[in-house]
């Protein structure tokens, strides 16, 4: 039974394939996907930056993805982040923490377990913010 309630989950990989199974993925769950092949891409969509969670490579060209998880913290909109990788290193995991990811995936992982793990950072990121 899908549970995404229509929220917005922007997802930024160069793997096109990757990118259809989970944009797929996502939209079953209920959530409406936004995808994008590049950082670049993403930063020029006016609309994007209304995501409710953001699942982003790690290892993108250009721009990578904790760069752009960065840019979009120091602009003030900065949704929860999944770090997802197809070269799990540990530095990779390091800066996923530092940057205060709500999960990390390595390639390949459980469709099921991305989804729960989209579920539970805009529950805790709503949770948070109705705090305040």
């Known amino acids: 039974m899908p549970s995404g309630n229509g929220r917005r989950v922007v997802l930024v990989d160069d793997d096109a394939s990757m990118g259809s199974a989970l ?16 950082a ?13 969670c953001v699942v982003l490579d790690v290892h993108l060209p ?3 993805g904790f760069e752009l998880y960065e840019q979009l913290r120091r602009e003030g909109a900065a949704p ?7 070269y799990d ?8 923490g530092a940057a205060g990811a709500a999960a990390y ?3 390949p ?23 305040h």
């Open 89 to 96: 290193e540990q530095e990779s995991r390091n800066s996923a």
């Open 23 to 38: 944009e797929r993925l996502l939209r079953l769950a209920g959530y409406v996907p936004m995808v994008f092949a590049s």
């Open 109 to 131: 992982f459980s469709g099921n377990d991305l989804v729960a793990a989209v579920g539970r950072a805009i529950e805790l990121h709503a949770a948070g913010q109705s705090a």
């Open 40 to 52: 670049e891409v993403f930063l020029k969509a006016a609309d994007a930056r209304c995501a409710d």
């Open 62 to 64: 250009g721009i990578t």
């Open 80 to 86: 929860p982040v999944i770090f997802i990788t197809a």
């Open 105 to 107: 995936f390595a390639k």
